[in-house]
Nanobody
Framework: QVQLVESGGGLVQPGGSLRLSCAAS?????????MGWYRQAPGKQRELVAA???????NYADSVKGRFTIDRDNAKNTIYLQMNSLKPEDTAFYYC??????????WGQGTQVTVSS
């Protein structure tokens, strides 16, 4: 069974940090898939936050560059999103996605991140 399970969301004050995790199982291998973190705030479209390619190259949305870091642990088949210097505008539901050429993308169920004082 293909599955992506996110965890690590929660409530944090502005300037704080959170680390999200996305554990993959089934036929998804984070080492060969393009893995991404997306977010969706109320009333807004879902947007790409960060992605890591099979070769290790990463890219980030301009709004999070320098604050967020995506990485992966191939042995644990898990990716992470380290979020520092969080801002209220980072509040959203965060989703993990796995993509592979010729295969439909897989989404996790998401985790809520709320940045508020």
């Amino acid at each position: 069974q293909v599955q992506l399970v996110e965890s690590g969301g929660g409530l944090v004050q502005p300037g704080g940090s959170l680390r999200l995790s996305c554990a993959a199982s089934g036929s998804i291998f984070v080492s060969i898939y393009t893995m991404g973190w997306y977010r969706q705030a109320p009333g807004k479209q879902r947007e790409l936050v960060a992605a890591i390619m099979s070769g290790g190259r990463t890219n980030y949305a301009d709004s999070v560059k320098g604050r967020f870091t995506i990485d992966r642990d191939n042995a644990k088949n898990t990716i992470y999103l380290q979020m520092n210097s969080l801002k209220p505008e980072d509040t959203a539901f965060y989703y993990c996605k796995a993509d592979f050429p010729g295969i439909q993308g897989y989404w996790g169920q998401g985790t809520q991140v709320t940045v508020s004082s």
